[in-house]
């Protein structure tokens, strides 16, 4: 990049890293000259076979996974975008929160890299990633409403910059991810649980067992899910007593009634949450969702309806860009960027690190800090 006074007279480019939770990922992002932002190539390596025997992600092995593939991550990152580390501009890296032992794989990763190559190192928020990505996508202005909803964290945010996040409300225990991932594991189907209890749910009745919509009752923007997860657990075991197992319909029709009551429940929230962002007069309001569990599909149609009832926009990125992946962190990394940050061989792997950190923490503290 190089500047004549204020102006931009070439592209930005930008080498993310990721390594947060189970995907171990790379991407380079440039901003061209003409401002406009193009995802050069995102490479992602998950992780699923390491841990399905398991139920879940394994830190440890994350992390030794994270190791062994984020040279490779990083090559074929650059090999797909036909550039070498001499054309990049800086490197971004995930810093925090997440999983202590991938973080730290990637960040000392972007270190090295930075110290080889004399190249600026940025650290970023996994959740400003995610929260930042519809900017990435389609370039909404600030500020507007977001909606990051995944496997480890769900909460609502006002975004009027970067590094500017005001928390309206957010889950005080489980994260919807969380509750589709133990709602699969009850019925015994496969991880990730989003999309499988997502497909049961297609055909099934979501009338025939009520489950509780949790907090509805409380005038705020918070949510809790872990009770819709035992609730599918009562119901479950009464099922299996009374006729000695569950059938497909069954199983269906638990699924179809757990993400009618996960969708209703964010659903009202959004709502509370809308005319809160709204006091802001935005000159475009815009509701833009992010993270995992964006990707199901009943989820957005409601969003997208309260959205059209509020006169407001609604955007949600790619599939493929919901989950966890570099280009988000690349270009979380260009706005820093591009706002005079920069950050030392100090900078620290944070397994704890909340985007709006003047708001009491919602899921208790501790040594190391807010969990979200």
């Given at each position: 990049?190089?500047?004549?006074?204020?102006?931009?007279?070439?592209?930005?480019?930008?080498?993310?890293?990721?390594?947060?939770?189970?995907?171990?990922?790379?991407?380079?992002?440039?901003?061209?000259?003409?401002?406009?932002?193009?995802?050069?190539?995102?490479i992602v390596f998950d992780q699923a076979d390491l841990h399905r025997?398991?139920?879940?992600?394994?830190?440890?092995?994350?992390?030794?996974?994270?190791?062994?593939?984020?040279?490779?991550?990083?090559?074929?990152?650059?090999?797909?975008?036909?550039?070498?580390?001499?054309?990049?501009?800086?490197?971004?890296?995930?810093?925090?929160?997440?999983?202590?032992?991938?973080?730290?794989?990637?960040?000392?990763?972007?270190?090295?890299?930075?110290?080889?190559?004399?190249?600026?190192?940025?650290?970023?928020?996994?959740?400003?990633?995610?929260?930042?990505?519809?900017?990435?996508?389609?370039?909404?202005?600030?500020?507007?409403?977001?909606?990051?909803?995944?496997?480890?964290?769900?909460?609502?945010?006002?975004?009027?910059?970067?590094?500017?996040?005001?928390?309206?409300?957010?889950?005080?225990?489980?994260?919807?991810?969380?509750?589709?991932?133990?709602?699969a594991r009850l019925l015994g189907l496969p991880q990730p649980g989003?999309?499988?209890?997502?497909?049961?749910?297609?055909?099934?009745?979501?009338?025939?067992?009520?489950?509780?919509?949790?907090?509805?009752?409380?005038?705020?923007?918070?949510?809790?899910?872990?009770?819709?997860?035992?609730?599918?657990?009562?119901?479950?075991?009464?099922?299996?007593?009374?006729?000695?197992?569950?059938?497909?319909?069954?199983?269906?029709?638990?699924?179809?009634?757990?993400?009618?009551?996960?969708?209703?429940?964010?659903?009202?929230?959004?709502?509370?949450?809308?005319?809160?962002?709204?006091?802001?007069?935005?000159?475009?309001?815009?509701?833009?969702?992010?993270?995992?569990?964006?990707?199901?599909?009943?989820?957005?149609?409601?969003?997208?309806?309260?959205?059209?009832?509020?006169?407001?926009?609604?955007?949600?990125?790619?599939?493929?860009?919901?989950?966890?992946?570099?280009?988000?962190?690349?270009?979380?990394?260009?706005?820093?960027?591009?706002?005079?940050?920069?950050?030392?061989?100090?900078?620290?792997?944070?397994?704890?690190?909340?985007?709006?950190?003047?708001?009491?923490?919602?899921?208790?503290?501790g040594k190391k800090g807010a969990k979200a």
């Amino acid at each position: 990049m190089r500047c004549n006074g204020d102006t931009m007279t070439q592209s930005l480019t930008i080498l993310g890293l990721e390594s947060s939770c189970d995907d171990t990922a790379a991407a380079v992002v440039r901003r061209e000259a003409d401002g406009s932002v193009r995802i050069l190539s995102s490479i992602v390596f998950d992780q699923a076979d390491l841990h399905r025997a398991y139920g879940g992600v394994v830190p440890e092995i994350a992390a030794r996974a994270h190791a062994e593939k984020l040279d490779h991550c990083v090559r074929d990152a650059l090999q797909h975008a036909d550039l070498g580390l001499g054309d990049l501009d800086a490197i971004a890296v995930t810093a925090g929160p997440g999983l202590i032992g991938g973080v730290i794989s990637g960040v000392m990763c972007a270190k090295g890299l930075a110290a080889a190559t004399g190249l600026p190192l940025i650290g970023v928020n996994h959740l400003a990633g995610h929260a930042l990505t519809p900017r990435l996508t389609d370039a909404i202005a600030y500020p507007y409403l977001m909606l990051l909803v995944s496997g480890g964290h769900c909460q609502y945010l006002i975004a009027r910059g970067a590094e500017d996040f005001s928390r309206l409300g957010g889950t005080i225990d489980d994260a919807p991810g969380e509750a589709f991932d133990k709602t699969a594991r009850l019925l015994g189907l496969p991880q990730p649980g989003g999309p499988a209890v997502q497909q049961e749910a297609a055909s099934g009745d979501a009338r025939r067992f009520r489950f509780p919509r949790p907090l509805l009752d409380r005038d705020d923007c918070n949510l809790s899910f872990s009770g819709l997860k035992t609730a599918l657990m009562r119901l479950r075991d009464q099922l299996i007593a009374e006729k000695g197992g569950l059938t497909r319909q069954d199983r269906a029709d638990l699924c179809a009634g757990f993400q009618a009551a996960v969708v209703d429940v964010l659903g009202e929230k959004t709502k509370r949450a809308l005319q809160i962002y709204l006091q802001e007069n935005p000159a475009v309001p815009t509701v833009a969702v992010a993270g995992g569990v964006a990707a199901n599909t009943a989820i957005r149609h409601r969003l997208e309806t309260i959205c059209a009832d509020f006169g407001a926009a609604f955007t949600a990125p790619p599939l493929a860009l919901c989950t966890d992946n570099a280009a988000m962190i690349a270009y979380a990394g260009m706005e820093r960027f591009e706002a005079g940050a920069r950050d030392g061989m100090d900078l620290s792997a944070r397994p704890r690190w909340p985007l709006d950190q003047s708001s009491p923490a919602m899921l208790g503290s501790g040594k190391k800090g807010a969990k979200a």
